[in-house]
């Protein structure tokens, strides 16, 4: 099979990753007999330097016209003084809502080669986990009306949470859906002791919940969610949230895994052009020396694999040759031990290549 891919490198370590994981591809499509033809578009500071604007319409126009879509990160000191319209970020935003991706998938695991770089007691690390959070990517307070108002006290602001019966049910089905893929549990994290918002998520998660026999539902308010993570960890299969408490518990589950630079994730909406990208940024204070963490975008794209294109065997491969890589003691500089030796980025990505 072909499959086109579009490639957006972005700025700061971004290059060097995405061509890392371009070269998984490459050794992964040779042995399964698959092509992968990937394109690249600017965007970010890339893209401000080279025509002036974060996300030009031919780099919308060549991911709308791709099978699926491979970022890197954007952003860096040297646009951070530019007015928020110009913002490499904005390109994010921009991006997201152009491909209308509704659904952030997160998986937060703690690799048992790396146990120690996790900042959780050791009774806790010893048991493991293994995360899938499900987030709600283009609805809620993110969205909604806002605005300043003269109010009691004089001049306010307003953010308004909002959502609706469909986005809940599509949200909800693509974790009932990814859980019955893996530990068939959900845990639906809201606040529905106090907003309406969270009583019709509730609700609507439990109507979900009788489609998907044989899929255990939870529901956790979220000031709770915040503890159990760092406690019980390893109570959660898949956890499917609104925008906001999404954004928030994701970034708390990625840091009890202690290493930002092995985590992917994968933003999609109805149909299988998804983009995917790891959670962290540009890292501008390491970008150009060889020395940054390809395994998060190697891992993105084992995750296009799985998800775009249905071929779990490959992405499969690709995530053994990655615990292969870890299993062996092998580590980038971010998770290496003091004192312990450790690979670049390209002697990191030969090694993960090897295993595959
Ligand atoms: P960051 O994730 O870029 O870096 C935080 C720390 O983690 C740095 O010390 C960095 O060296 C390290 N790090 C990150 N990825 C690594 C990797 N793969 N290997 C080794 N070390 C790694 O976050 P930041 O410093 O807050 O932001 C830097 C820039 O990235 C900013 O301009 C920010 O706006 C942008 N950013 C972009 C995205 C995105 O493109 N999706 C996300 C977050 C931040």
Excluded at 152 to 174: H, P
Aim: proline share 4%; hydrophobic share 40%; with cysteine.
């Amino acid at each position: 099979m072909n499959y086109n891919i579009a490639l957006l490198r972005g700025d700061g370590i971004g290059p060097e990753i995405v061509d890392s994981a371009v070269r998984v591809l490459h050794a992964i499509g040779q042995k399964y007999g698959h092509s992968f033809i990937c394109t690249p578009y600017l965007i970010g500071g890339a893209a401000i330097d080279a025509v002036g604007e974060p996300l030009p319409k031919d780099t919308v126009d060549g991911c709308l016209n791709s099978d699926s879509v491979l970022l890197g990160a954007v952003g860096g000191p040297k646009w951070d003084t530019l007015p928020g319209s110009l913002r490499p970020e904005k390109a994010l935003l921009g991006i997201r809502a152009a491909l209308g991706l509704f659904t952030n998938l997160r998986p937060a695991r703690l690799y048992p080669a790396l146990k120690d770089a996790c900042p959780l007691r050791e009774s806790v690390a010893s048991s493991g986990f293994d995360i899938m959070i499900v987030r709600e990517l283009t609805g809620g307070i993110y969205f909604g009306d806002r605005g300043y108002r003269e109010g009691k006290y004089g001049e306010e602001a307003y953010d308004t949470e909002c959502y609706s019966r469909f986005e809940i049910e599509r949200i909800a089905r693509v974790a009932f859906e990814t859980a019955k893929k893996r530990g068939n549990k959900v845990t639906s994290i809201d606040k529905a002791n106090v907003l309406e918002t969270s009583r019709l998520w509730r609700r609507t998660v439990h109507e979900i919940a009788e489609e998907y026999e044989g899929v255990e539902c939870v529901d956790m308010l979220v000031d709770n969610a915040a503890m159990q993570l760092v406690k019980n960890p390893a109570q959660f299969d898949v956890i499917v949230t609104s925008n906001m408490f999404g954004d928030i518990l994701s970034d708390e589950a990625s840091q009890i895994t202690g290493s930002i630079g092995m985590l992917p994730s994968a933003s999609r909406n109805e149909t299988s052009r998804g983009l995917y990208e790891p959670i962290h940024g540009s890292a501008p204070d390491i970008a150009g020396k060889g020395i940054a963490n390809p395994i998060a975008t190697i891992l993105s794209a084992a995750m296009m694999l799985r998800h775009s294109f249905s071929l779990a065997a490959e992405a499969d491969a690709i995530e053994n040759a990655v615990d292969s890589a870890l299993n062996a003691g092998l580590r980038t500089a971010d998770i290496a031990e003091k004192g312990a030796s450790w690979l670049s980025t390209t002697e990191m990505t030969d090694e993960i290549i090897k295993r595959l």
